[in-house]
C-alpha cells in the first residue's frame, strides 16, 4: 500500500477498510475501529457466515431510500471503464448524482453509515461469541465437577460395598462357629422344620435355579 493511500485513509479517521500491506487480493482487509453505533432493532443470525446485509442495516437504522441510491452509485461506479483516471471518474459520478437531485454528500453520509453499522455488528458478534463462550465454559466447569462428585460417588459406594461383604462374610464365620457346635445333621434338621428359614437348594433360596 502507497504512503499516499495511507494518508488517505488517515485523513478520514478511519472510515476506510484497511487491507494489509501485501498484493495477495485474497487477504482479508483490517477493519478500523469506528464510533460505536447502537441497534435499533433485532440484529439477524449469521449461519454459516451468510449475513442478511440488509437486515443489518435496517437493524441500525440505516434509511432504506439512502441505501438504494448508494447501490446506484455503486453501480454506476461499476459501469465505468476499468482504465478510467479516478478523479474523471468522480466527476462523471458526482455530476450523474447532481442531474438526479443527490448530493454526492448524502452518498458518502450512507456509506460510512453502512461501515459504521458493519462495524458495530462484527464488535456486537464477537462480544456475544465471547458472552457464550463465557456461559459454555462456566456451564462445562460445573459439569466437570458434577462428573467428578459423581465418580467420587460411585467409587465411595464401591469401596463401602467390599468393606460391607467384607464385614458380613467375617460375621457369617463367627455365627457358624455355633453351627459347626452343634453339626450338619442337626443344623439340616432345624432348617427343614422351620417355617423362618429357607433350605439351601429350596425355590426361593438364594443361588438356588
Known sequence: MSENKKGWGETVL?????RPERDDTDAEPLTTETPVMEPVGDLPTASGGAVDFEAVFT???VDQ???ERLDKARGLLETLPAGTEPAVKRQ???ASLKAFGVPFEKIIETACE???ALDSYQRKGAASLQAFCDDASRRISGLEDEIRSIRASMEKQATDQKLSLEACNRKKLDVQRVLEFFGPETVGRVVRDSPKLIEPGAPGAAGAR
Open 92 to 94: 462523471i459520478v458526482e
Open 65 to 67: 431510500e439512502a441505501r
Open 14 to 18: 478511519g472510515w476506510f477498510v484497511v
Open 59 to 61: 437493524a441500525f437504522g
Open 114 to 116: 453502512e461501515i459504521q
